[in-house]
């Protein structure tokens, strides 16, 4: 069964109102994407493919004081990383058309230049309960409108001073109908059209031209657009020819304890709150790619979430499990140690040096080997190591048996405590005859431990993170999580020294890392643990 906007289409294609299907995202360039914009993008962009349509990326760059080339080339690489290299449009080249649309409104009485000041505007319109007044000026005569519009284009009047308004309905219902703004003007410097224009429209009224120039079929936008559907149509109705396009509204994707606004994303970066607009903490594209997320697993929880008419929230852990169960069939297995304890092994002499097979499966069960060497000195997690050991402990504790990930069994024969408490070295003995793959001795290990070679590893840096923000209502600002970001001075196996820019790579019993580079600092970034830490696993 298809989505309520596939039934649609599928209509309109049978019909035969529609030919060729058409749909476009069409992000205001005053930010970097979020995962909310992904959803938008692969919706749309999943409709034209699937329907052997066009799929346009428009920016709907119509204000140009907000709108900046940062965020047009970021926004750019960010769809191309998404999907395929779609057809990159801008609102701003049709303003001609738009223009010569506002004159056909007002050559039909349809559009009147106003001059009211925005707070007169505003007490003016009504309330939801009251209906709004007329403007004295809504008579004006046709000839005195196209004149003064003439003076609002051509600089003649100050910024803010005029404003052609839609001659709808003062008295409608729908707040949106009551004689909207269709042009300001606007003296300042657009990123393409440079100083061309000192008028510019306004998004009701420029959208559904944008549409409709590029022969849109289906403008599917998120709910808040419901209520200005009604303009979207007064507006091609009255200036436009057929064929025209028709909007649709679904469900903006909402996920708990994530920020999904352009607004407060910018706050925080300008606020120094996070390290850039590409921070693996920032639900932005250019921030999901650097913690390691690919593009297939964004596309992936896109689709399984689907399309909804009504507002909901997705929990964070599902995009989390779409980028684990790809990792689990693709991702390298390695050894590393994020809190390093030393393990010596006491029956075997300095300089001992054993190759081992390194065999492990990836999820769709190929088995990788690959060569590693154990010695007599090793790291192994501080958490793997108990003095005072909680019934059934599974890990190392005095007199415990334990297996070394592909190496031996080894039975831990006391440790190291320093005058602070704090254990220093364990130390432990090979039990012989159990080396791995070659063990038939019948000894019984109560777990597996991974470990390091300390005789030939790698410091790595390794970053993990938790939510931005804490649990609870309230301000963003107030809600920032100080513990987001926790850097840790790793050991690892000698083969991650030559780890591959951009590649994830699964760190054995700790989760997903991604090699990521800033400011010249090679490090490695938790892109998501081993199992879903939204339900409190490990
Ligand atoms: P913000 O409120 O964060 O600034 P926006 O909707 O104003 O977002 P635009 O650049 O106008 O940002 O968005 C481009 C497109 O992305 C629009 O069609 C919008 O409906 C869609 N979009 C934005 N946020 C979401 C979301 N959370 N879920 C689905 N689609 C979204
Ligand atoms: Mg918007």
Redo the contacts with the bound molecule.
């Keep these: 069964m298809g989505n309520f906007l596939e039934d649609i289409i599928e209509k309109d294609l049978a019909d035969g109102k529609v030919k060729r299907v058409i749909t476009r ?7 970097y ?5 992904a ?3 692969c ?1 749309n962009y999943g409709l034209a493919k699937k329907y052997g349509g066009d799929f346009n990326m428009r920016f ?1 760059d119509t204000n140009p004081v907000k709108e900046d080339d940062e965020f047009v080339n970021s926004i750019i690489a960010d769809v191309r990383w998404l999907v395929d290299a779609p057809r990159v449009l801008y609102a701003s080249d049709y303003f001609g058309t738009m223009y010569e649309c506002a004159l056909i409104l007002i050559n039909k009485g349809l559009a009147y230049v106003d001059d009211v000041t925005p707070e007169q505007m505003k007490s003016l319109r009504g309330t939801l309960t009251q209906k709004g007044t007329q403007s004295p000026n809504r008579d004006r005569p046709v000839e005195e409108n196209l004149r003064l519009f003439d003076d609002m284009k051509n600089g003649k009047v100050d910024t803010g001073s005029l404003v052609l308004r839609a001659k709808i309905d003062m008295g409608s219902p729908n707040m949106n109908m009551r004689d909207p703004i269709l042009y300001r003007v606007l003296k300042a410097t657009h990123h393409r059209q440079k100083d061309k224009w000192c008028i510019y429209p306004m998004y009701d009224f420029a959208h559904p031209l944008e549409d409709a120039v590029e022969g849109v079929t289906h403008s ?3 709910l ?2 419901e209520d200005h559907r009604p303009l979207y149509d007064w507006v091609l109705d009255n200036c436009w020819r057929t064929p025209r396009p028709y909007q649709y509204e ?5 996920i708990a304890r994530t920020i ?6 910018k706050k925080l970066v300008d606020e120094k709150a996070v390290d850039g607009w590409d921070d693996p903490r920032m639900p932005t594209l250019a921030g999901f790619r650097r913690r390691g997320y690919t593009a297939s697993a964004i596309r992936e929880f896109c689709a399984a979430i689907g399309v909804a008419k009504s507002n909901g929230e997705v929990e964070a852990g599902r995009l989390e499990a779409c980028a684990r169960d790809e990792f689990n069939l693709t991702s390298e297995r390695v050894m590393a140690v994020l809190e390093p304890l030393e393990l010596v092994i006491t029956n075997r002499p300095d300089g001992y040096r054993e190759e081992l097979n390194f065999e492990y499966a990836l999820g769709g069960g190929e088995t990788r080997t690959r060569k590693i060497d154990i010695s007599n000195r090793l790291y192994i997690e501080k958490s793997d190591f108990e003095l005072t050991p909680p019934p059934k402990y599974k890990r190392l504790c005095e007199g415990a048996l334990v297996r070394l990930k592909c190496g031996y069994i080894v039975k831990c024969t006391g440790s190291e405590v320093g005058k602070d408490g704090e254990v220093k070295r364990v130390f432990a003995e090979i039990v012989e005859g159990t080396k791995s793959g070659e063990d038939n001795s019948g000894v019984k290990a109560r777990g597996v431990i991974h470990w390091v070679n300390a005789e030939n590893c790698v410091d790595i840096t390794a970053h993990l993170y938790d939510y931005l923000l804490l649990d609870g209502d309230g301000d963003f600002s107030e809600r920032l999580n100080p513990d987001s970001q926790k850097t840790l001075f790793a050991k690892a196996e000698k083969y991650l020294e030559s780890a591959v820019l951009g590649k994830v790579y699964q760190f054995l019993r700790l989760g997903y890392f991604c090699v990521d580079c800033k400011n010249g600092f090679p490090h490695f970034n938790c892109t998501v643990g081993l199992k879903d830490s939204y339900k409190g696993g490990a």
């Design positions: 995202f069409p992000p205001e360039p005053n930010g994407l979020h995962i909310g914009h959803k938008s993008i919706l709907d599917v936008c998120t808040e657009f679904f469900a903006r994707l909402n999904m606004s352009k607004r407060y994303l």
